[in-house]
């Protein structure tokens, strides 16, 4: 069975850094992009940033674009968020999700989430 865990998240203040990790079982790794989402309470889910194996691209939302970097370790299954310079508006809860080949809109296999606060 998949299964995609989230780690790292937690409460810090504005302008501070958290790095998420999204570990992967029971799947080809580098047969998958890996993104991560995010929702705020009220707020629709959002794309945040994606890392696409075949060719190392990566995407990024434009609210996040310089803040945030994506990485993967394809030998641990994993894929990090460096979340730098942190606002009060990328408080939510963060997903990881996993998607065959390429970044795009539907995923195959979503995370439980691990929650971001961060206070101003």
């Known amino acids: 069975e998949v299964q995609l865990v989230e780690s790292g998240g937690g409460s810090v203040q504005a302008g501070g850094s958290l790095r998420l990790s999204c570990a992967a079982s029971?799947?080809?790794?580098?047969?998958?992009?890996i993104a991560w989402f995010r929702q705020a309470p009220g707020k629709e889910r959002e794309g945040v940033s994606c890392?696409?194996?075949?060719?190392?691209?990566?995407w990024y939302t434009d609210s996040v674009k310089g803040r945030f970097t994506i990485s993967r370790d394809n030998a641990k299954n994993t894929v990090y968020l460096q979340m730098n310079d942190l606002k009060s508006e990328d408080t939510a809860m963060y997903y990881c999700?996993?998607?065959?080949?390429?970044?795009?809109?539907?995923?195959?296999?979503w995370g439980q989430g691990t929650q971001v606060t961060v206070s101003s």
């Open positions: 999700a996993a998607r065959y080949w390429t970044c795009g809109f539907k995923y195959d296999y």
């Open positions: 029971d799947l080809i790794f580098d047969d998958y992009a």
């Open positions: 890392s696409r194996s075949n060719d190392d691209s990566t």
